[in-house]
């Protein structure tokens, strides 16, 4: 840390405390001994270091044109618990992430006066962070008038129904910004007034119940019973904008989706003819590697074969899409596995070359 500055006057040079000021006589011979013996003893250098004790940092003041400046720097161990917790949220990392040797020794290293997080520590942060969070944009939602909602139920792997809630809306600088406000799971049974008050729940709690323009769900019948009741709400409160006429707006994904899926119907059997050959070639890893392995040798993209989820047609579409690019490693397959007894004919990729061709339109449209 720098505490002396040099002076000169006439014929003589010394140095002066940037603390106390006293002024030390500069020796001939350049030894620094008495400097040394002064900071031991300066009386203001000690109380600075009572108030902050140890040694402060120096570090590089970014952005400046002078990259020599330099400004002290406090090792904050709040902010660094804070920039983790962001951390474990953003990548879903496990909260006993902050207990791993490996991380507390790289977390050492930068800073020696890094003190340990506890996993119980690192939940309180992850919640504290979010509550902050949640108050920064309530504060942003207090001056917004009108809100737009798109909601959609899901269901876990472990079988818990739950609905998303997104709120759309456009602030002060006329930009349009995107939120989810919550995470609700339903209780059974599932069914439109259950739906329709676990939703409103969230809103009176982000008090944006008399502030719904639009609401956008899918085309399933409990939605329907949603939007009714919400409606029935909102014209209640006289806060119904153009008397309900755009407020239930139905997912134009899921009507799309819809449209193709009873496209695809049409020729399920040619769909269905693909979806058992990438089957079978993943079932095994020996296949796997055999298919791999004759991908190579024809010099072929290094995608994988991708198995189609029967609801999503634009799944259906990156099946076939990528089924259709090893059309030909198929047939050099067939000569290598004697299980394999579903090869598809040339007509048979003639027509799922065709079937690409508008699901990549549909998928472009979509987009």
Known sequence: MLCFQPRAISQ????ECIH???KIKKLKDGTTTPLHRHISDCPKLKAVNTIHPGQLKL???PGKLDSSMVQNLKFDNSRIREVVSHMIMVHELPFNFVEYELFNVVMKEANPGFNKISRASAKQDCVASYEIGKKRIKKMLSAINRVSITTDM?????NIHYIVVTCHFVDSDFKLNKCILSFLDVPPPYSGLCIYDS???CLKEWNNETKVATLTVDNATTNDVVATKLMEIMNFQKKLVVGGKLFHVRCCAHILNLLVQDGLSEIKDIIHNVHENVKHVNASPGRLHIFSELSKQMTLSK???ILDVSTRWNAT????STALKFKDVFVNYADRESTYKILPTSEDWDKVEVICSFLGFSTRLQK
């Open 199 to 201: 939703l409103f729940k």
């Open 317 to 320: 579409y990156v099946m076939l």
């Open 20 to 22: 106390c000021g006293e």
């Open 303 to 305: 995608k994988h074969l």
């Open 12 to 15: 003589f040079s010394f140095y």
């Open 59 to 61: 570090k590089v003041v």
């Open 154 to 158: 899901w269901m876990s792997v472990q």
